[in-house]
């Protein structure tokens, strides 16, 4: 059984930065895509980005494609996303989670583990 810690969420001014990272322990993700989804307040859950098993291609919603970079590091089971100027808009639950194939996709139900989420909150 995958387990998935998300960190480094908190609270930022908008046009400010932050790193995420999610560590998988528990079972193998390197022959799986790994993905970010996330929840803001009243909302549905969303699909942001994603890479595929190799690290070798990615996918962005158009919202933060040009700010937003998702890498890998297959050697650390673990997932970045790099948040660039950050809008008020991105402000919700970010969760990772880890793809039953090699190719990413967006959709949530191709998606077998899943972190607990981590806050991030952006001021205007």
């Known amino acids: 059984q995958v387990q998935l810690v998300e960190s480094g969420g908190g609270l930022v001014q908008a046009g400010g930065s932050l790193r995420l990272s999610c560590a998988a322990s528990g079972g193998t993700v390197r022959s799986r895509a790994m993905g970010w989804f996330r929840r803001a307040p009243g909302r549905q859950r969303e699909f942001v980005t994603a890479v595929t098993a190799s690290g070798g291609a990615t996918d962005y919603i158009a919202s933060v494609k040009g700010r937003f970079s998702i890498s890998r590091d297959n050697a650390k089971s673990t997932v970045f996303l790099q948040m660039n100027s950050l809008k008020p808009e991105d402000t919700a639950v970010y969760y990772c989670?880890?793809?039953?194939?090699?190719?990413?996709?967006?959709?949530?139900?191709?998606?077998?583990?899943w972190g607990q989420g981590t806050q991030v909150t952006v001021s205007s």
């Open positions: 989670a880890v793809g039953r194939y090699a190719g990413s996709t967006r959709t949530e139900s191709a998606y077998d583990y």
